[in-house]
């Protein structure tokens, strides 16, 4: 499987679009990309908005395109969901579903949210009976994680803001990114506490943006102008839903969906030249970093603080400055992960280019750590 | 008396019914699985261990330990933020099923993983009362 074309729309504070609008745009860039016109595609998947909802989300930007796919989906969620779908996309080109798929996913939830929804989407984090009466914010969600990650091997602080510095330096070499001004591990402690041991800086962005990639079969790879990238392994693990029910706090399912996909690939974490990690907060990327064998238990936060993820370190890590510093509108958070392994493959990253990079690892998870995916993509059918 | 009607009030459900009612009545419940044993919160139709359809309620001892807690220094909406900082903590209880709840009547500072935490119930209207934790007593 190939993907054939991708493109991100601008991101940060994007006034002047709707949700809808920017999918489209990411739709069209992507489009563009390919080298295909819209009447070629025959599946489409998309994501739903929280600041633009429909209840048939793909169905509608179908409808605003005029095309008239075979295949139609919209996931309700985003994290690993993003990957998933991917997944499931080239398992119906495979099946003989459909032959070219569209995904395209935006929202704004940096200008598009209205207040009524701003307090929906609090209120709709953690179990209803058992779990949001109790107050609990979306980072404190994650700071149990990382607390329990702390108290176990000892984890520090400084560690987990090590993963924010790391990210910003990257996006510093993105002129795309939303945030490039530089920060230091004393800046990321200095931040507002939002929930022990959580400070503002180790927390994800708030976001308008979309991005979107087209699928097709790796036959058919050379009919497209660009170079095109190969999905070379797929996985997925599920574990929960809700943190209390969590089988680990420190564990989680990127295990499963790590070996899922290096399985697939015939290939390990020694292999990866570039990752691109989901960091919605500093401490799930560690976790993610030992989950996914970058690092044994409970040592990625040395890994970080020691340049582990640097450009120039053993494993660049979110080239593209990732959630916490080039953006995160929601939903759609993980596609700039995935649009980011597409230009490293094709080294047209510029300033942030990583060095001869031929096998990219992307890791989507959401709910609270629930549900993880990975894609292990290559500049060469395997 | 605080104010909690703004808050996340839940809504209980067909099968959730009788677990809010033994709160009103300041007891604890846990299901216990009548085929292989197996303790599980929150309350389901079956066993989550083995299907059996035959679980049935018991009251907890209320007693537990903190797994993780974090201190909310933000509140999740206006409604709480008469509680800042409040602590947010999984507790994990005697019998094993794990459950969230806040920990008060300490200082936030104080809370640690580990901590020995007991039951105590709150009411927020005259339908829920809820279960909240606070450090238990030397004994
Ligand atoms: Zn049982």
């Given amino acids: ?382 | 008396m605080t104010d909690h009607s703004g808050k996340f009030l839940p809504r209980p459900r067909p099968e959730t019914a009788a677990w809010w009612q033994s709160c009103r009545e300041h007891k604890l419940n846990i299901q216990r699985c009548s085929g292989c044993g197996a303790f599980q919160f929150y309350p389901r139709i079956v066993c989550s261990s083995c299907m059996s359809g035959k679980v049935e309620w018991v009251q907890s001892a209320g007693r537990g330990k903190v797994v993780t807690f974090t201190i909310c220094r933000l509140p999740v909406a206006e409604a709480y933020t008469a509680d800042l900082p409040y602590v947010v903590a999984l507790i994990r209880l005697e019998e094993g099923p794990t459950m969230m709840s806040n920990i008060g009547e300490c200082e936030p500072e104080s809370v640690a993983i580990g901590m020995p935490v007991e039951v105590t119930f709150q009411k927020w209207s005259d339908d829920i009362t809820i279960p909240q934790f606070l450090p238990a007593l030397a004994s």
């Fill in chain 1, 1 to 382: 499987m190939a993907i054939v074309g991708a493109a991100d729309t601008e991101v940060g504070k994007i006034p002047h679009l709707s949700p809808t609008a920017l999918c489209i745009d990411a739709a069209r860039r992507a489009l563009e990309d390919a080298g295909i016109s819209k009447d070629q595609v025959d599946g489409l998947v998309t994501c739903n908005s929280m600041a633009e909802p429909y209840m048939y989300h793909a169905e509608a930007i179908a409808e605003y395109l005029q095309i008239f796919p075979r295949y139609c989906i919209s996931a309700n969620a985003g994290g690993g969901t993003t990957f998933s779908t991917i997944q499931h996309a080239a398992t119906a080109i495979a099946a003989g579903v459909c032959d070219t798929v569209l995904v395209t996913m935006a929202d704004c939830l940096r200008t598009g949210l209205s207040r009524e929804q701003a307090k929906k989407m609090q209120s709709s984090t953690g179990h209803p009976e058992f779990e949001t009466p109790y107050g609990a914010t979306v980072p404190a969600f994650y700071a149990l994680i990382a607390r329990a990650h702390m108290d176990t091997y000892g984890t520090t602080p400084e560690q987990m803001a090590a993963v924010a510095v790391s990210g910003r330096r990257h996006a510093a070499r993105n002129p795309a990114a939303q945030m490039r001004e530089l920060i230091t591990v004393e800046d990321v402690l200095n931040s507002r506490m939002i929930a022990d041991p959580l400070h503002l800086l180790d927390c994800s962005l708030v976001s308008d943006g979309g991005a979107a990639i087209v699928l097709a079969s790796a036959e058919r790879a050379a009919d497209f102008p660009h170079d095109s990238v190969y999905i070379l392994g797929a996985g997925e693990g599920h574990s929960h839903e809700h943190i209390s029910q969590a089988r680990s706090l420190t564990t989680s399912a990127a295990l499963e969906s790590g070996q899922r996909a290096y399985r697939m690939a015939g290939l390990g974490a020694a292999d990866i030249d570039v990752a691109q990690i989901y960091d919605c907060f500093t401490p799930v990327v560690l976790i993610e970093l030992e989950d996914l064998g970058f690092c044994e238990k409970g040592e990625a936060g040395a890994f970080v603080e020691s340049q582990g993820t640097a450009l120039e370190g053993p494993l660049p890590m979110n080239t593209h400055g990732g959630m916490l510093s080039h953006c995160h509108p929601g939903n759609p958070g993980a596609m700039f992960s995935l649009t980011e392994a597409v230009t490293q493959l094709r080294r047209i990253a510029g300033d942030r280019q990583v060095q001869d990079a031929e096998v990219a690892l992307v890791h989507g998870q959401g709910g609270i750590m629930s549900s993880h995916a990975t894609l292990i993509l290559g500049r060469e059918r395997d």
